[in-house]
Nanobody
Framework: VQLQASGGGLVQAGGSLRVFCAAS????????MGWFRQTPGEEREFVAA????????YYADSVKGRFTISRDRAKNTMYLQMNSLKPDDTAVYYC???????????????????WGQGTQVTVSS
């Protein structure tokens, strides 16, 4: 399985940005896919997850109501639409995947086997 993240950039506070994750190498039907973010010196932090087959979505409290995770099964691509961005959202954003949905534990990076290379999102104040 290969994941390719893209779409990061520089945006002013209050603005919007969408990041993408192109997936290849499997059918992904039962997969859990997620977005995490990381800043220097900090641990990787859960942002959002989606159950590929059903489209069920889950969010960290810090982004709920501002971020939307989605996927296009025909394109094998996952998206993270980020609105009302804050300087605290500045981080490298990583997409991740695991082959089976996990009811609890989808917020933990160690539960994901596959990772994209990360894309930088910078929110200026």
């Amino acid at each position: 399985v290969q994941l390719q993240a893209s779409g990061g950039g520089l945006v002013q506070a209050g603005g919007s940005l969408r990041v993408f994750c192109a997936a290849s190498g499997d059918t992904f039907h039962n997969y859990a896919m997620g977005w995490f973010r990381q800043t220097p010196g900090e641990e990787r932090e859960f942002v959002a997850a989606i159950r590929w087959g059903t489209g069920s979505t889950y969010y960290a409290d810090s982004v709920k109501g501002r971020f939307t995770i989605s996927r296009d099964r025909a394109k094998n691509t996952m998206y993270l639409q980020m609105n009302s961005l804050k300087p605290d959202d500045t981080a490298v954003y990583y997409c991740a995947a695991r082959a089976r949905w996990i009811v609890s534990g989808y917020t933990y990076p160690d539960n994901y086997a596959y990772w994209g290379q990360g894309t930088q999102v910078t929110v200026s104040s």
